[in-house]
């Protein structure tokens, strides 16, 4: 059995409801375990993040899929927190080899959202992981990577509540992206 844990924060719910759906697609992979882990600003004491068994379940997982709105141009201070207190296990090399894909939410269409998946590419590159991209064509007419991500799976929240957005075509982009590392992760055993 393989363990996706999908760890990601979310400012007012998007990212969360984007989350959910990477979750959807991971565990429709038999013999898939999912954990979808919410990243909190009260565990980040003194501008760093602090939760043990948060870093614990993801040592014990086989794949992690990062999540973060892109604020800025760039992951969310909280998400930075978090990937900041991941340190000592790039120090011990503790997540080398597991996979790792990303996903982020912005307002807009582009939103710089690049930027985003960017630096979430490059922390797993840090630990020594296995970046999966989503390996959607851009721009289906079901609406599947509607927004051209090949990095990983965008989704646009414009000004809407976490009810309406992310759109069904995102959340179903986020659905691919899950399936795929999930996919991915049974058919190397891990």
């Known amino acids: 059995m393989s363990t996706i844990s999908i760890v990601h924060f979310s400012g007012s719910g998007h990212t969360t409801k984007l989350a959910e759906s990477v979750a959807q697609g991971a565990s429709a992979v038999a013999g898939t375990k999912t954990q979808l882990i919410a990243l909190s600003g009260e565990n980040i004491v003194k501008g760093r993040y602090e939760n043990d068994a948060v870093l614990a379940q993801l040592d014990a997982s086989d794949a992690i ?104 075509e995102d959340k179903a982009t986020g659905e691919l992206l899950g399936r795929r590392v999930a996919t991915l992760a049974a058919k190397l055993g891990k």
């Open 65 to 168: 899929i990062f999540g973060s709105p892109t604020y800025m141009g760039g992951p969310a201070a909280q998400f930075k927190a978090f990937a900041d207190a991941t340190g000592n296990r790039w120090f011990t090399a503790a997540w080398r080899d597991k996979l790792a894909a990303g996903f982020t939410v912005s307002n807009s269409p582009s939103g710089d959202k690049q930027g985003t998946l960017q630096y979430l590419f490059t922390l797993a590159m840090q630990h020594g992981m296995i970046w999966v991209g989503l390996a959607e064509m851009p721009m289906q007419s079901n609406g599947i990577n509607r927004l051209g991500s090949f990095s990983g799976a965008m989704a646009q929240a414009g000004f809407d509540s976490p009810d309406v957005a992310p759109n069904a």
